[in-house]
């Protein structure tokens, strides 16, 4: 070790088993200190903890309520790092972009784990390897229109081009037109490759506010024919 600085972690889970689990592995560091979780709820707790690791909900909760009292003792506010079974490129984003510093999907190495917990420490994020992944697949794709969305829904649910140009009154041509555009922005080839890389990142089941921002986001870059 290069310091010998404790570092007070939090651990916040709805799942005690994980929890307790979580906190037994953790206990095994001689640099971490667990912070109880009789205190868990408690304000005062929370800013001594150092780190803050929990599930998805707990730790955009926590986030949030933080932001809401971060006028009042703004250094105080630890840092969450996010450990989940939710591995989707919005759900990723999403909790980035509301604050999260770090962000695991369950399965990773306990080496991992004990690495995010003293990257966030030093005031660095961490990405573990699927976040990493989706994210990098992210940046690397263009956004998909509005009505390339539209599409992309009816294909997924198994609609054939002339029935997606009569439920969304184009023609067919216009179908294929975003059917090339999407097959282009998802380097997929065929429907059913379509249909995984969609599921995979999530695309499907982007919460509105993110839906409606991604779609004004690709509108800015390019505007599509209906």
């Given at each position: 070790m290069l310091t010998h600085e404790r570092i007070h972690i939090l651990v916040q889970y709805h799942d005690p088993l994980l929890a307790a689990g979580l906190i037994a592995t953790l206990r095994e560091q001689t640099d971490f200190e667990l912070v109880s979780q009789l205190d868990a709820f408690d304000s005062t707790a929370r800013q001594h903890a150092d780190v803050i690791i929990a599930d998805y909900e707990q730790g955009l909760e926590y986030i949030?309520?933080?932001?809401?009292?971060?006028?009042?003792?703004?250094?105080?506010?630890?840092?969450?790092?996010?450990?989940?079974?939710?591995?989707?490129?919005?759900?990723?984003?999403?909790?980035?972009?509301?604050?999260?510093?770090?962000?695991?999907?369950?399965?990773?190495?306990?080496?991992?784990?004990?690495?995010?917990?003293?990257?966030?420490?030093?005031?660095?994020?961490?990405?573990?390897?699927?976040?990493?992944?989706?994210?990098?697949?992210?940046?690397?794709?263009?956004?998909?229109?509005?009505?390339?969305?539209?599409?992309?829904?009816l294909v997924v649910e198994g609609h054939a081009n002339k029935t997606i140009a009569r439920r969304l009154?184009?023609?067919?041509?216009?179908?294929?037109?975003?059917?090339?555009?999407?097959?282009?922005?998802?380097?997929?080839s065929t429907r059913t490759e379509v249909a995984a890389v969609a599921e995979r990142r999530g695309l499907l089941t982007l919460p509105p506010a993110i839906g409606e921002r991604r779609a004004r986001d690709a509108g800015s870059r390019q505007r599509y024919v209906s």
């Open positions: 949030a309520s933080a932001r809401n009292t971060a006028h009042t003792n703004p250094v105080a506010t630890p840092r969450v790092l996010i450990l989940t079974r939710r591995d989707s490129e919005w759900e990723i984003r999403h909790a980035l972009e509301s604050g999260a510093r770090g962000y695991l999907t369950q399965g990773c190495g306990l080496d991992e784990l004990v690495s995010a917990v003293r990257t966030l420490h030093r005031g660095l994020r961490h990405l573990g390897v699927v976040a990493a992944r989706r994210m990098a697949d992210s940046i690397a794709s263009e956004l998909l229109t509005a009505r390339e969305m539209d599409v992309l829904r009154d184009i023609a067919v041509g216009t179908v294929k037109a975003h059917m090339k555009g999407i097959f282009q922005k998802l380097g997929a």
